[in-house]
């Protein structure tokens, strides 16, 4: 089973990042997918949720509006578009699988947004 997350970077104030996060190892389809983040010193803060189907998603209020979670089940594939980044986005992005008790992490990308 494998997560692998990338399109992480170093980004200027208001630009924008699309992560992405390839499953492999189990049926994508019928986990519902989350982004979470993690900043320095700080706990891991849930981002946003997408169903299976991904007719289901809701965000953290810090960034409703700004960012969009969607997935591709035909390419195994989960995206996080980050749109008007801001410096207190910047953190460890990790995607998160999850189905009943089965849960599966990606092992993170790097978000770095400053001038």
């Known amino acids: 089973v494998q997560l692998v997350e990338s399109g992480g970077g170093l980004v200027q104030p208001g630009g924008s990042l699309r992560l992405s996060c390839v499953a492999s190892?189990?049926?994508?389809?019928?986990?519902?997918m989350r982004w979470y983040r993690q900043a320095p010193g700080k706990a891991r803060e849930l981002v946003a949720v997408?169903?299976?189907?991904?007719?289901?998603?809701d965000y953290a209020s810090s960034v409703k509006g700004r960012f969009t979670i969607s997935r591709d089940n035909a390419k195994n594939t989960a995206y996080l578009q980050m749109n008007s980044l801001k410096p207190e986005d910047t953190a460890v992005y990790y995607c998160?699988?999850?189905?009943?008790?089965?849960?599966?992490w990606g092992q993170g990308s790097q978000v770095t947004v400053s001038s």
């Open positions: 998160y699988a999850v189905r009943g008790s089965l849960n599966y």
């Open positions: 190892g189990f049926t994508f389809s019928s986990y519902a």
């Open positions: 997408v169903s299976s189907a991904g007719g289901y998603t």
